[in-house]
């Protein structure tokens, strides 16, 4: 998309008259950028002049009248030594950034301190080469309140007495509008997002609390009643409710409300800004390598190990998929099952201590087998010498500790990308005993772990649990979302987890990146990818058929963007073009991965990451 030529009114470039000292310069920054109303530009870097980075500390830009789309502000730095300062725009709602720039490259300029005044003309989201790098913001700040106006088993919200129709329509009010900035009572922060949510930022927590007014006939807005929701009613953050909807006449109970709720609480981590790109890009790998070199049963090293990661890098696979959970002392681990065997009973992993977690390699090893005793390095190479780690026909499996997030950041070489599987209970009776943390902590330790460690390592979250997908979509920038689904293989109470056609609506709503679906419904109704491509997202698959060179090569065929495989160094015997080094370990590069491209290289300051 090209970008026009900007035109500055004489106006915008009124000369600054303050009388400066030599080691000072005032710089002007001026985009161009169509806001909506209420909307701020501001301008935010790595000094302290511009916040840090910090969205709520940077420059605020003004504009008028006479020069809108232009934004300008002015601000002086300190250049008692020729200074290089980085920086990007975003525009903010509140409290809340609602775009960014997602710039491969930060903006630069050069300040040095013979220089009195500099005059910066940018268009907003646009590099060197006139593309458009514009993303959603991200709940710096702010709480929003996910509001699904429908019972979990999708059925009416409502149950009106004496028969009053339940053809109702609904809107929703904040309880306490008059004490908000005007910003979060503008029209689009009340919205109804699609059929399935409302969304309302607010602030604070205790500002979240809604009225939910009905209408029998929306067109002429016949209001009848209303129903509350306040945030003292939220305290668990998720959950269903049935609320009494009181008549707007006599304020007499004429019947009953019924829907969800989800809190997104904003996280807090230095490194959550836009000082970094999201990792975006349009090329993928065709591959990804499933717990590693794949699942315990079409693999002999243990999967979700550092032992499987190494080895599947030494063949050549540029991305790999893994689970990740929480300890009892909140530690992000790699697991793939919510439960471990040990002395026969089913022990929840959310039950373990660190400690406890690491003994449990102990119990992997296939049972009525001598377990080996093996020191990583010798794994290796006895590996590389009999041809094929995933050859299941042998005597033993290779068994190695079970890894914290941390260990698969800085003991794995920083080319390979990460499909990190957010592994969360599903809503059943029978797993109510897993006893998973709250949904904002879960996902808070799991961020903090990857901004602390992963550097410039690429990857992307993928989670089953279409709320989670929606809160880590909405509490970062950075990173994508892809919503994984079963394509209706495997039917369950909520809707939106039984179809790709309900799949694309979540990740509409969601601002996802993409699907990841079970194979099976792809290949029987090849015409589901067309429908994911159309609607402006990416479309991965896993599951046993993907292990088939025929169906592999079927999917790339109808233009399925990544496959996930748990025997891709058997696909790649078969079939050349698959990629992988199978006689030397391949050469150092910058790979890219699934719509999602990084430095290979960690920075100076990380030497506990290994390098290639």
């Known amino acids: 998309m090209e970008v026009p030529t900007i035109s500055i009114p004489e106006t915008a470039l009124v000369p600054i008259s303050t009388v400066i000292a030599q080691t000072e310069v005032v710089v002007t920054f001026t ?63 509140g409290g809340k950034v609602v775009r960014w720039e997602s710039l491969k490259q930060n903006r630069n300029v050069l300040l040095q301190k013979e220089e009195l005044q500099i005059t910066i003309i940018d268009a907003f989201g646009s590099n060197a080469e006139h593309n458009l790098w514009i993303d959603w913001g991200w709940l710096h700040n702010d709480y929003q309140l996910i509001f699904k106006p429908h019972p979990i088993d999708g059925s009416s919200p409502f149950k009106m007495y004496d028969g009053i129709t339940n053809d ?87 019947g009953e409300f019924s829907g969800q709720f989800l809190v997104i609480a904003p996280m807090k981590h230095p490194k959550n800004n836009i000082s970094q790109t999201r990792h975006n890009s349009e090329s993928v790998t065709p591959t990804i390598g499933h717990r590693g070199l794949g699942q315990n049963a079409q693999s002999r090293v243990s999967e ?19 689970d990740v959970q929480l300890t009892k002392d909140l530690v992000p681990v790699i697991y793939h099952d919510f439960a471990a065997k040990v002395s026969n009973f089913k022990v929840p992993i959310s039950t373990f201590t660190l400690a406890e977690f690491h003994e449990l390699h102990k119990e992997d090893a296939p049972k009525n087998q001598e377990k080996p005793k093996v020191k990583r390095q010798n794994s290796l190479e006895n590996i590389k010498s009999n041809s094929n780690p995933t050859n299941t026909n042998n005597k033993f499996r290779l068994s190695d500790r079970f890894p914290t997030l941390e260990d698969v950041f800085k003991q794995v070489p920083i080319n390979v990308a990460y499909n990190i599987e957010l592994k969360y209970p599903p809503e059943l009776e029978k797993e109510k005993q897993f006893n998973a943390p709250e949904r904002n902590l879960y996902l808070d330790k799991i961020l903090s772990s990857v901004y602390e460690h992963a550097y410039d390592r690429p990857l992307f979250f993928s989670c089953f649990d279409p709320d989670l997908c929606i809160m880590c979509s909405r509490k970062q920038a950075r990173y994508p979302v892809f919503f994984l689904t079963t394509g209706g293989q495997k039917l369950v109470q909520d809707p939106v987890m039984n179809s790709i056609p309900e799949a694309i609506r979540l990740c509409q709503f969601g601002r996802l990146r ?8 792809i290949i029987k109704k090849p015409e589901l990818v067309k429908e994911v491509k159309e609607a402006g997202f990416l479309l991965f698959t896993y599951g046993a058929l993907n292990n088939d060179l025929q169906n592999f090569k079927l ?39 699934n719509g999602i491209q990084g430095d290979s290289s960690p920075p100076a300051d990380s030497p506990d990451v290994t390098r290639k």
């Not at 058997?570 to 073009?577: G, H, K, M, N, Y």
């Open 304 to 322: 979700n190990t550092i032992l499987s990661f190494v080895t599947a890098e030494k063949y050549g696979f540029q991305c790999l998929e893994f």
């Open 168 to 254: 109702l329509s609904i809107d929703i009010r904040p309880l306490q509008g008059s004490r908000l900035p005007p910003e979060y009572l503008a029209q689009d922060n009340l919205v109804m997002e699609s059929d399935l949510y409302f969304s309302y930022t607010a602030p604070t927590f205790d500002d979240l609390g809604i009225s939910i007014e009905l209408y029998s006939d929306p067109s002429k807005r016949d209001w009848i009643g209303r129903a509350y929701l306040t945030s003292a009613e939220m305290k668990s953050l998720r959950g269903s409710f049935t609320r009494p909807i009181f008549s707007t006449s006599n304020a007499e109970i004429i």
């Open 514 to 521: 993409g699907i990841v679906t079970e194979s099976t419904p």
């Open 31 to 93: 985009v161009s950028y169509e806001t909506k109303w209420g909307d701020i530009i501001a301008v935010v870097g790595d000094c302290d002049e511009l916040g840090n980075w910090d969205p709520s500390a940077g420059l605020s830009l003004t504009t008028d009248p006479s020069i809108f789309p232009l934004w300008r502000g002015s601000i002086k730095f300190d250049v008692s030594a020729t200074r290089s300062i980085n920086y990007k725009y975003l525009v903010k709602r």
């Open 555 to 593: 999917q790339k065929e109808l233009g399925v963007d990544s496959i996930i495989s748990d025997r891709l160094i058997d696909l790649a015997r078969q079939d050349s073009s698959i990629g992988l080094k199978l006689a030397k370990k391949r050469s150092t590069g910058s790979p890219t991965s």
